[in-house]
């Protein structure tokens, strides 16, 4: 148990579904992450908030949207998906966005067909 | 952009062997951090490094920082069955500030 917490766990959904990743931690930190991880590539950082304010947008397509209502919760809302945006989506989090020690939660495996 | 070469690749040894992988890179970087990912779960933090030519332990494992922060290593004495997985080696700071490079992975196998 990291403090992290992340749900659901497992996601299969269609090209025209709408969902959300949902990213809770409990370490009183203020900076949160978002990575995906497809087989055999390295984790690709996605976004990165610090005190809720989006600070890296590493040219994700906008079919990924993320929202930071507080330092606590991170959610990735999910529109049109292509089936190469199947993979392990991973949520982290980290004191402060200088300190670089990251924590992650276990994932979202998410299936688009 | 920044790139860590994590080597090697995958091993495949015997319960009770030493392991050794290692980093390089081309860029400095200010920390040095070792995850280890099992299955279906993410990342586990194993030992993080701050200083350059630090010596870290953590029960069975041993990190060090190397001197010119180009480099990591990660050893893993007397293997054990749970001790599979894929074992990452990430640097932070440098030019890449507030976020982590990630290695390729080593996947390990330990047979009993």
């Known amino acids: 148990e990291t403090g992290v917490t992340q749900t659901p766990r497992h996601l299969v959904m269609g090209m025209t579904n709408k969902k959300s990743l949902k990213c809770e931690q409990h370490?009183?930190?203020?900076?949160m992450y978002w990575y995906k991880q497809s087989a055999k590539k390295p984790l690709e950082l996605m976004f990165v908030?610090?005190?809720?304010?989006?600070?890296e947008n590493n040219s994700v397509p906008s079919r990924f949207s993320p929202e930071c209502p507080n330092s606590s919760h991170l959610f990735l809302h999910l529109h049109t998906l292509q089936p190469e945006d199947s993979a392990l989506y991973l949520c982290a989090s980290s004191p402060e966005l200088q300190k670089e020690t990251q924590y992650f939660g276990p994932g979202t495996r998410l299936l688009v067909l | 952009g920044q790139q860590l070469n994590q080597s090697p690749q995958s091993m495949f040894i015997q319960e009770g062997e030493d392991v050794s992988m290692n980093c390089t890179s081309s860029s400095i970087f200010n920390t040095w951090l070792w995850y280890k990912q099992d299955p279906g779960e993410g990342p586990v933090l194993l030992i993080a490094l701050y200083k350059a030519g630090e010596l870290t332990s953590n029960g069975r494992l041993t990190a060090q920082f190397g001197i010119t922060r180009k480099d990591s290593f990660l050893n893993i004495s007397a293997s054990i069955p749970s001790d599979v997985g894929i074992y990452f080696c990430t640097g932070a700071g440098g030019t890449s500030y507030g976020k982590l490079t990630f290695g390729q992975g080593t996947i390990l196998t330990v047979h009993p």
């Open positions: 370490l009183g930190h203020n900076a």
């Open positions: 908030y610090n005190f809720k304010e989006q600070t």
